[in-house]
């Protein structure tokens, strides 16, 4: 299983980027997917989850309006789309796969013991 993400890189406050993550190896289709984040000297920490259809999705506090979780099922690619960048988004961006189609809750979607495959993360870098 490969988990490959690009589309990170530097931008200005208000700005914005599209994350992306190519999957293969797995059946992506029925793969409920998160995406995490890790700032230098800190946790890494949950930002968002869809499950296998895309009927249901997570984000945590800090980011919602401002950034979009998708899957392309046809291209087995997922996506993170990041508006209003501030420069506390700035981290390593992972995204991850788990092995079930759908989350019980929102617990469990933002859990990093709920995956069980990552992705080498892609940098992510907001200057003010």
């Known amino acids: 299983v490969q988990l490959v993400e690009s589309g990170g890189g530097l931008v200005q406050a208000g700005g914005s980027l599209r994350l992306s993550c190519a999957v293969s190896g797995l059946t992506f289709k029925y793969a409920a997917m998160g995406w995490f984040r890790q700032a230098p000297g800190k946790e890494r920490e949950f930002v968002a989850a869809?499950?296998?259809?895309?009927?249901?999705?997570y984000y945590t506090d800090s980011v919602k309006g401002r950034f979009t979780i998708s899957k392309d099922n046809a291209k087995n690619t997922l996506h993170l789309q990041m508006n209003s960048l501030k420069p506390e988004d700035t981290a390593v961006y992972y995204c991850?796969?788990?092995?079930?189609?759908?989350?019980?809750?929102?617990?469990?979607?933002?859990?990093?013991?709920?995956?069980?495959?990552w992705g080498q993360g892609a940098q992510v870098t907001v200057s003010a």
């Open positions: 869809i499950n296998w259809n895309g009927g249901s999705t």
């Open positions: 991850a796969a788990s092995p079930t189609p759908n989350y019980i809750n929102y617990i469990r979607a933002s859990s990093t013991g709920t995956y069980n495959y």
